[in-house]
């Protein structure tokens, strides 16, 4: 399978070389991190801040038991303690330093596997010669938080699911899918939206294959740290109405609302017992949506809709997020514009959170309701989120985009 989906070398290696060089942008933004004695994470924490950290090398044994520390989902425990072992193994070698950050430097080795990986399926499913795999390949949310988080490597699976499904491949999808919700469960909605069209024709052959599928080999990974360390694998378990709501969620941007309007704000915390509500009601909204339309959806369009509610329900809307949406918002609207003004806000709200407070630029009118530019920028990115999921469900009810995905260009 030709995941690159051109006809040139050049067009592969080009694609490969603008996702190289996201990944080395990132590395550089992040080298002051990195420098002893220049103090970035003590100045700039948000900037320093990753989910790869060294100190995770250290230790024998959790390859069945979520990483060296017990708490990482079981497939990044099995990555994290392999790469520790190789960190160990090139620290005891002549001349090498560990305090040089060797689990870091190769974990970031593998996370950029990962995006290149992620951009070579994007570019198979686009069937236009790469043209949206382009656009991804550089996009800021991978270079602002993409190298600092195993979840990377959930977005290429997820991806790359939703590519054997296209491609009619069910079980290779359900085994890629079980491997998926072993690393996060946001994956998952790919095996809902398979559901929800598997309802629409009333044939759920697939579906029951993907099924066993994903199953199956999330059993077979998840099996040994459950059987062995109950209470700690249930930790890894978070669902999407769990932890505090955030201002940076719509929740939170509801609550500023509803204090510039009444001058009296609601405790975003209780926000919490609606999350699950939303998500339902979302999820009920996306599957009328399927069964209504009178052309077929495609399985990506879907899956953008289920993930982006189960986002805009949920008590946070971070960068994180932004980075399971990119590829999936990039095939569903196929406008690089879009794109681009989407992953400008994106930018814009990472710098608030970066930068101290009083390095903010105050824009006039915002004080007399209290607001500043993170809370404007919180709302703002909500509503272009919000817009996107309007544009992709009018997508679907029109049925002009989805005949484009997961086909070959002629010629």
Same mark, same amino acid.
Request: charged fraction near 10%.
């Given at each position: ?35 002893? /004695?220049? /103090? ?21 044994? /959790? ?20 790469? !520790? ?9 002549? !001349? ?30 686009? /069937? ?58 946001? %994956? ?108 077929? %959806? ?71 309701? !209290? ?38 260009? %002629?010629?």
């Amino acid at each position: 399978m030709n995941l690159l989906g051109g006809s040139r070398s050049g067009h592969h290696a080009l694609l490969v070389g603008l996702s190289l060089y996201a990944v080395m942008t990132a590395w550089l933004l992040r080298l002051p991190c990195r420098v002893p /004695g220049w /103090g970035a994470a003590e100045s700039l924490p948000a900037l320093c801040a990753t989910e790869v950290a060294p100190g995770e090398a250290s230790g024998a044994g /959790g390859f069945f038991t979520g990483g060296p520390a017990g708490d990482q989902p079981a497939l990044v425990g099995m990555i994290t303690t392999v790469v !520790g072992w190789l960190a160990d193994g090139l620290s005891a070698l002549p !001349g090498a330093d560990v305090d040089r950050g060797v689990f870091a430097d190769l974990s970031v080795l593998l996370l950029a596997l990962a995006w290149i990986g992620t951009v070579a399926v994007v570019s198979a499913l686009s /069937g236009r010669r790469g043209v949206d795999a382009f656009v991804l390949a550089l996009a800021p949310a991978v270079v602002l938080v993409g190298f600092g988080t195993w979840d990377l490597w959930a977005v290429l699976l997820m991806m790359l699911a939703l590519l054997c499904h296209v491609r009619g491949s069910p079980v290779p999808a359900g085994i890629v899918l079980g491997l998926a919700a072993s690393v996060a469960l946001f %994956p998952l909605v790919v095996l809902l939206a398979v559901l929800l069209l598997a309802v629409r024709y009333r044939q759920f052959r697939d579906f029951a294959v993907v099924l066993a599928g994903t199953v199956l080999t999330w059993a077979l990974v998840n099996g040994p740290f459950l059987l062995t360390a109950r209470d700690r694998w249930a930790r890894q378990l978070g669902t999407p109405w769990d932890g505090p709501v955030e201002g940076s969620s719509p929740w939170g941007v509801w609550a500023r609302v509803e204090q510039a309007r009444t001058g009296a704000a609601p405790d975003p915390a209780g926000a919490g017992q609606w999350v699950l509500l939303a998500l339902v009601l979302g999820f009920v909204a996306v599957l009328v949506l399927t069964l209504l339309t009178r052309q077929e %959806p495609s399985v990506v369009q879907v899956a953008f809709l289920l993930l982006a509610v189960l986002v805009l329900s949920g008590p946070s809307y971070s960068l994180v997020h932004v980075l399971w949406l990119a590829p999936l918002v990039v095939l569903s609207r196929r406008s690089w514009p879009e794109f681009a003004a989407w992953q400008l806000v994106e930018v814009l709200w990472w710098t608030t959170l970066v930068l101290p407070e009083p390095a903010w630029p105050v824009l006039p009118g915002l004080g007399l309701i !209290g607001w500043d530019a993170q809370d404007l920028l919180a709302a703002v990115r909500v509503l272009l989120l919000v817009l996107l999921v309007v544009a992709v469900a009018v997508d679907v009810l029109r049925g002009g985009r989805a005949r484009r995905i997961g086909l070959s260009e %002629p010629g």
